[in-house]
């Protein structure tokens, strides 16, 4: 078995078309199905950078397990640590959200999503979660826009912070896990702590404002930073 066909059986496993991997990891559209057994070490380079979990050497020389897993259960987590780290973290794409918002706590599923690296600094341990942005909610054609194929870098929000204000003097971004609206990208316009209830906001003027029951919320993520993966 070539270098190329592990980099198919690779593909198979991770449950992704082979043109959706190419577009994730960066690579041009077709090379998988290329006539070339080998895979370069720039394309290797690229492919290990998203999916972190991947046994170069097996890759390579065919040695050893598809699979590595070093990291655990540990992976998204960041404990204390010295002034910088890096943490490889779970990257839920627009075509995995559907099952992931039903296998949040599943750690053995988690453990077979791509990882995206992420650069910790000290004392800001948490859950950490990437999402790729899957469609127009919160572009209006300015800088804050998220566009689709962002990848949102997000810490999971305490529950206790729900019986504090979640609304902040400047408008800030989060992530909600809605079990009935499913996964939301949104700023929190409005929090009432009695009723249990936020309002969030859609940056696209298309796009209405919603109330929603904090009680029916999964898991809140404060986006940290973005990512942009796709040239304007």
Not at 96 to 118: C, E, G, M, W
Not at 157 to 170: E, G, V
């Amino acid at each position: 078995m070539s270098a190329k066909e592990r980099l198919k059986e690779f593909v198979k496993y991770k449950g992704i078309g082979r043109n959706r991997f190419e577009e994730l990891v960066g690579i041009s559209s077709g090379y998988i199905s290329s006539k070339s057994p080998s895979v370069g070490s720039e394309i290797i380079e690229k492919i290990v950078y998203i999916y972190h979990d991947l046994n170069i050497e097996w890759l390579v020389t065919g040695r050893g397990q598809m699979i590595k897993d070093p990291y655990g259960q540990k992976i998204g987590t960041a404990e204390e640590f010295a002034y910088k780290s890096t943490v490889y973290v779970p990257l839920v794409s627009r075509h995995a959200q559907a099952q992931y918002i039903h296998r949040l706590d599943d750690k053995s599923y988690i453990n077979t999503l791509p990882v995206f690296p992420v650069t910790v600094e000290y004392g800001k341990k948490g859950n950490y979660v990437c999402f790729e942005m899957w469609d127009e909610s919160m572009d209006d054609g300015t800088g804050n826009s998220y566009k689709p194929g962002d990848i949102l870098i997000c810490r999971e929000t305490d529950r206790a912070f729900r019986q504090t204000n979640l609304y902040f003097n400047k408008p800030k971004s989060f992530v909600v896990i809605h079990e009935n609206n499913g996964i939301i990208a949104a700023q929190i316009t409005a929090h009432d702590p009695v009723k249990q209830s936020i309002r969030v906001h859609l940056l696209n003027p298309s796009r209405a404002d919603a109330v929603l029951d904090l009680r029916n919320v999964k898991k809140l993520f404060d986006v940290l930073k973005l990512h942009r993966t796709i040239n304007d």
